[in-house]
């Protein structure tokens, strides 16, 4: 069983940034394909951005491209997202996923985090 362990969140003013950090434990992280969602007040919740099990391939939702890149450490069993550039409809609690598939790791994770609160100030 995969447990997946979110950090990083809090409360920053908007145009400031924030890493996120997923550390991932139970399973050959290497192997999973990874991905990060949010969900706002009163909204569904909605996909950012998922990574290959290398790393080697990124995908990010319109709404966060150029802003928060993804990234991997195979070595440290661990995710990042580093979010630039924020502003207030940022605000959203940020859940960690993992999938062994990277199709479905955007869609339908398997295994998912207990999330992470960000909140952007105006």
């Known amino acids: 069983q995969v447990q997946l362990v979110e950090s990083g969140g809090g409360l920053v003013q908007a145009g400031g940034s924030l890493r996120l950090s997923c550390a991932a434990s139970?399973?050959?992280?290497?192997?999973?394909?990874m991905g990060w969602f949010r969900q706002a007040p009163g909204k569904e919740r909605e996909f950012v951005a998922a990574?290959?099990?290398?790393?080697?391939?990124?995908y990010h939702a319109d709404s966060v491209k150029g802003r928060f890149p993804i990234s991997r450490d195979n070595r440290k069993n661990t995710m990042y997202l580093q979010m630039n550039s924020l502003k207030p409809e940022d605000t959203a609690v940020y859940y960690c996923?993992?999938?062994?598939?990277?199709?479905?790791?955007?869609?339908?994770?398997?295994?998912w985090g207990q999330g992470t609160q960000v909140t952007v100030s105006s």
């Open positions: 996923a993992a999938d062994p598939s990277y199709v479905k790791v955007r869609l339908t994770p398997r295994y």
């Open positions: 139970g399973g050959t992280f290497s192997s999973f394909a």
């Open positions: 990574i290959t099990w290398s790393g080697s391939s990124t």
